[in-house]
C-alpha cells in the first residue's frame, strides 16, 4: 500500500466526514436551543451560539475542494476540535442537567445524550486522523467497553481490508443503536389517537433494529470482534455472516430511511394527519440523513474487499447532502 496515498485519502476522508457531521453538529444546536424552555435563557443562548459558529465551519468546509493542501484540512481538523469539542461537552452537561430536573425543557434527556454520543463518535474520526486516542467503546456505547475503537474514515476503508469486521461492528452497531433509539423517542412525538398508525411504525422499527443488533452481537462475537476471552486481536476480515449481517441491516436501515423521507414530505406539505406532528420536519430528516449514512458505510465495507482505489477523488455528493425541502 502507498503509505502517502493512503495518508491522503485518510485527509480527504475526514473532509467528507465534516462535511456530513458538521451539519449535523449544526442541527444539533439547533435542536437543543428550540428544545429549552424560554426561561432557560443561559441555555438558550448557548446553544444559539454554537448554532452560529458551527454553521460557519459547516459552510467553510463545503467550499473547501478535495484539492485542499493537507495544512489546509488538518487546519480544518483542529477547527472542529476547537469548537466541538466543548459543543459535546455542553450537550452531555445539558442532557444530565435535564435528567436531573435542572434545566427545563422539552427535548428529552435520553435524546440530548443521544446527541451527546453522536458527537464523541464524530470527534473519535477526526482524532483517528490527527493520530490522537480514539474514544473507548464504551464511550460509543458499543460491549468489549475496555477497547479503543477504530473509527477509520469511511473513504480509507480499504486502506485496512484486515479490519473490516472491525469496521462493520462499530459503525454498523454504533448507528443500528442509534436508529434503534430514533425510532423510539419518534413514537413519543406522535399525536395520540390522531397519528396512531405512525407510532406503531416507529415501534415497530425500534423492534426491527433490536432485533439485528442482538443478531449482531452473536455474529461479532463469532468473528472475534468482540472479545470475550480477553485476547487483544487487530485483525478481524469479513466472515460470510457478518456480510449477512451486513446486508440485513442494510435492508432495515433502508426500509426506516424511506419511511422517513415520507413523512418529512407529509409535514412540509401538511398532509400528515392534523397537519403536524410533535417533533419538528428538520429533526425527521435529520434521522433520514443518519439512515443514509449508515447505508453508505456499510456498503464501503463491503466495496472495500478490492483493492484500495489509486486516486484520492473525492465522491460524488451523497443523497444525504441534498437540503431536507428538495430545494
Not at 17 to 42: C, L, N, S, W
Not at 257 to 277: H, L, N
Not at 307 to 321: I, K, M, V
Request: a negative charge.
Amino acid at each position: 500500500m502507498n503509505d502517502s496515498l493512503a495518508r491522503r485519502r485518510e485527509l480527504v476522508g475526514a473532509l467528507e466526514e465534516k462535511r456530513f457531521f458538521d451539519r449535523i453538529m449544526y442541527e444539533h444546536a439547533q435542536f437543543m436551543r428550540a428544545g429549552v424552555d424560554p426561561t432557560e435563557e443561559a441555555a438558550f443562548r448557548e446553544a444559539d451560539r454554537y448554532a452560529v459558529i458551527i454553521r460557519e465551519l459547516w459552510e467553510r468546509v463545503m467550499a473547501t475542494p478535495a484539492t485542499a493542501s493537507d495544512e489546509e484540512i488538518n487546519s480544518l481538523i483542529r477547527e472542529n476540535f476547537r469548537i466541538i469539542t466543548p459543543f459535546q461537552e455542553f450537550e452531555a452537561d445539558a442532557a444530565a442537567a435535564i435528567a436531573a430536573c435542572r434545566l427545563l425543557a422539552i427535548t428529552p434527556a435520553a435524546l440530548v445524550r443521544h446527541l451527546a454520543v453522536e458527537t464523541v463518535f464524530f470527534l473519535g474520526i477526526l482524532k483517528r486522523v490527527d493520530g490522537l486516542p480514539t474514544p473507548f467503546r464504551s464511550e460509543l456505547e458499543l460491549p468489549d467497553d475496555n477497547k479503543r475503537t477504530l473509527l477509520y474514515p469511511r473513504l480509507s476503508f480499504a486502506d485496512h481490508r484486515n479490519m473490516l469486521a472491525t469496521l462493520a461492528f462499530e459503525y454498523g452497531m454504533f448507528w443500528t443503536q442509534r436508529h434503534m433509539e430514533h425510532a423510539a423517542v419518534l413514537a413519543l412525538f406522535f399525536r395520540p389517537g390522531i397519528q396512531e398508525e405512525y407510532v406503531r411504525l416507529m415501534l415497530r422499527y425500534e423492534k426491527k433494529f433490536q432485533e439485528v443488533l442482538d443478531r449482531g452481537r452473536m455474529v461479532f462475537a463469532q468473528a472475534g470482534v468482540i472479545d470475550t476471552g480477553g485476547e487483544e486481536r487487530r485483525d478481524h476480515p469479513l466472515t460470510p455472516a457478518v456480510v449477512d449481517w451486513i446486508n440485513d441491516d442494510i435492508a432495515v436501515t433502508r426500509e426506516f430511511r424511506d419511511a422517513m423521507a415520507a413523512i418529512v414530505r407529509q409535514q412540509v406539505t401538511c398532509t400528515i394527519p392534523s397537519g403536524q406532528a410533535n417533533f419538528w420536519p428538520l429533526l425527521g430528516d435529520h434521522i433520514r440523513r443518519e439512515a443514509d449514512y449508515l447505508i453508505d458505510a456499510m456498503e464501503r465495507v463491503l466495496a472495500a474487499t478490492g483493492q484500495p482505489p489509486r486516486s484520492d477523488h473525492f465522491p460524488h455528493p451523497r443523497p444525504y447532502e441534498t437540503d431536507w425541502r428538495g430545494r
